[in-house]
């Protein structure tokens, strides 16, 4: 069975503060019932994660930058939620930094279950606007480029890929990629969207808004068997944010729910067909459909990879 990570705190609330945000703070909990409901997972399969630790978070992050974590206008400013200013720290650390943390945790986990079991998936996670200075865009821990030093420190991986097909840049991850030779990033995202200022990558592939899901489906076709065979990482990481919808309101990209499925069939089917160990995160996704859409995807990995 292919290992789900899951804890019931990844879900964000915070006294309906929450709803000022186009986030859907309970989606992870939605897709962890939906599961269960269509009988893929019994609620003990799920693995609960340990959040990551602050020895975890400084391999990459400042400790100046961990330091402001501390400051309630920091966190409004990467939350996006000015209202955020007027909570005292410790209701935010309890409240929305722990759960993220605990995200974290969860992708740290997922990559320790790839390397063992083929593929894991992380039912959250993925903040990859979040750089060693400086978090943003609603992401405040790098959870990717963590479990990446990490697992790279204690030996157990050369080279890793983030595969971002997020509708934005992956900004945080490729900024801190930049110094470690042994970590690549291929990134498809919509052009004009945030981040203003897009960061140099090592296989960029902006896309126009208004790009179909068939055309989209193609320009990853075209790129990322050439990328696998090139990097030969001994990790995957795929970061499938769900913002590509049609219908999200953050983006302009016409992907269907089930163009998504198909994407990510390719994406793990593409890295596990060349014996390549996948952890995949959620990332982005603001339709109130993003949970159903990640629940469809997540059920076609596992009748394609999940074995008795
Ligand atoms: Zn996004």
Not at 129 to 139: K, Q
Not at 215 to 244: M, Q
Request: with cysteine; glycine share 8%.
């Amino acid at each position: 069975m292919v290992p789900i990570v899951y804890h019931p705190r990844y879900n964000i609330t915070a006294f309906g503060l929450e709803r000022l945000h186009p986030f859907d703070g309970r989606k992870y909990g939605r897709i962890r019932d939906a599961l269960i409901q269509r009988g893929l997972r019994r609620p003990n399969d799920f693995i609960r994660p340990a959040p990551a630790r602050r020895y975890e978070l400084a391999k990459v992050h400042t400790p100046d930058y961990l330091g402001s974590l501390w400051s309630s206008n920091v966190l409004a400013g990467i939350l996006e939620v000015p209202a955020v200013r007027r909570l005292p720290w410790w209701l935010i650390d309890w409240r929305i930094l722990g759960p993220m943390r605990l995200a974290a945790g969860g992708t740290i986990e997922a990559c320790r279950l790839a390397l063992e079991h083929g593929l894991a998936v992380n039912l959250g996670g993925g903040f990859h606007h979040a750089a060693a200075d400086r978090g943003g865009g609603f992401c405040v821990y790098a959870d990717i480029p963590i479990a990446a030093r990490l697992l790279h420190d204690e030996g157990r991986l050369r080279t890793v890929l983030v595969v971002d097909l997020d509708a934005h840049q992956g900004n945080g991850v490729a900024s801190i990629f930049r110094g470690w030779i042994w970590a690549r990033i291929l990134d498809v995202y919509e052009h004009n969207l945030f981040p203003l200022h897009k960061e140099p990558e090592d296989y960029p592939l902006p896309v126009p808004p208004g790009m179909t899901g068939s055309d989209y489906l193609e320009v990853v076709h075209a790129a990322l068997p050439h990328v696998l065979d090139e990097v030969r990482p001994d990790l995957v990481v795929y970061n499938a944010g769900s913002d590509p919808f049609d219908g999200d309101p953050l983006t302009r990209l016409k992907l269907s729910a089930n163009d998504l499925v198909d994407r990510d069939l390719l994406v793990v089917t593409e890295a596990r067909d060349r014996g390549i160990p996948v952890a995949m995160v959620l990332s982005g996704g603001y339709s109130a459909l993003s949970w159903k859409i990640h629940a469809d995807a997540v059920e076609a990995l596992l009748t394609r990879f999940d074995r008795a």
